[in-house]
Nanobody, 117 residues
Framework: QVQLVESGGGLVQAGDSLRLSCAASGRTFDIVLINWFRQAPGKEREFVAGINWDGGKPYYVDSVKGRFTVSRDNAKNTAYMQMNSLKPEDTAVYYC??????????WGQGTQVTVSS
């Protein structure tokens, strides 16, 4: 198993920045990639961004391209998502999810991001 703990959420104003962290423990050597998702009130969970654990170009949903940047620190077993120019529509609970192998996924508990206008 892999345990994931997100942190870094909070209440900010539009235009502000936040950096989310996703700290992994357990079978971290089996992590293939980490994706970030978010779920706004009354909406389905949506993919936001992701990064392969062994490197490679990160990938983003169009709505956050140019504003969000994902990275990882393998030595710390931690993934990050830097969120700049936040908008009220970015308000959601943000989750990180790690894929191990082909089909095994583990999820964090989520962290709330609230952007006021």
């Amino acid at each position: 198993q892999v345990q994931l703990v997100e942190s870094g959420g909070g209440l900010v104003q539009a235009g502000d920045s936040l950096r989310l962290s996703c700290a992994a423990s357990g079978r971290t050597f089996d992590i293939v990639l980490i994706n970030w998702f978010r779920q706004a009130p009354g909406k389905e969970r949506e993919f936001v961004a992701g990064i392969n654990w062994d490197g490679g170009k990160p990938y983003y949903v169009d709505s956050v391209k140019g504003r969000f940047t994902v990275s990882r620190d393998n030595a710390k077993n931690t993934a990050y998502m830097q969120m700049n120019s936040l908008k009220p529509e970015d308000t959601a609970v943000y989750y990180c999810a790690a894929r191990l192998g082909v089909t095994e996924w583990f999820w964090g508990q989520g962290t709330q991001v609230t952007v006021s206008s």
